[in-house]
Nanobody, 124 residues
Framework: EVWPVASGGGLAQAGDSLRLSCVIS????????IAWFRQAPGKEREGLSW????????FYADSTQGRFTIFSDSDKNTVYLQMNRLIPEDTAVYYC?????????????????WGPGTQVTVSS
């Protein structure tokens, strides 16, 4: 069973940076794309970015505004999301999600294997 586990969240102030990590088990790491989504209180889940570890191709949603960078380390079965210049609107639970045949759409792909998220809280 594919099990992506996100970590690295916490409390931050506006302007700070955070790096989220996602370790994925039960999965051939280079086989599919891996994405980051987030869900803010009272809002729907929002796709941010995906990466294909095999070749490093990436997609970014407009909402990342050039502040977020996704990258991966195949030796560690880990995908990262570097978040810079954080703003209070970035407050959300962040999830790492593996591509599947069904699920939420993002950048031409669908992501359906969810694991536990990590909370990011940004104060002004």
């Amino acid at each position: 069973e594919v099990w992506p586990v996100a970590s690295g969240g916490g409390l931050a102030q506006a302007g700070d940076s955070l790096r989220l990590s996602c370790v994925i088990s039960g999965f051939t790491f280079d086989a599919s794309a891996i994405a980051w989504f987030r869900q803010a209180p009272g809002k729907e889940r929002e796709g941010l970015s995906w990466i294909t570890p095999r070749d490093g191709s990436a997609f970014y949603a407009d909402s990342t505004q050039g502040r977020f960078t996704i990258f991966s380390d195949s030796d560690k079965n880990t995908v990262y999301l570097q978040m810079n210049r954080l703003i209070p609107e970035d407050t959300a639970v962040y999830y790492c999600v593996v591509e599947g045949v069904a699920g939420l759409p993002l950048g031409g792909r669908r992501f359906g294997s969810w694991g536990p998220g990590t909370q990011v809280t940004v104060s002004s």
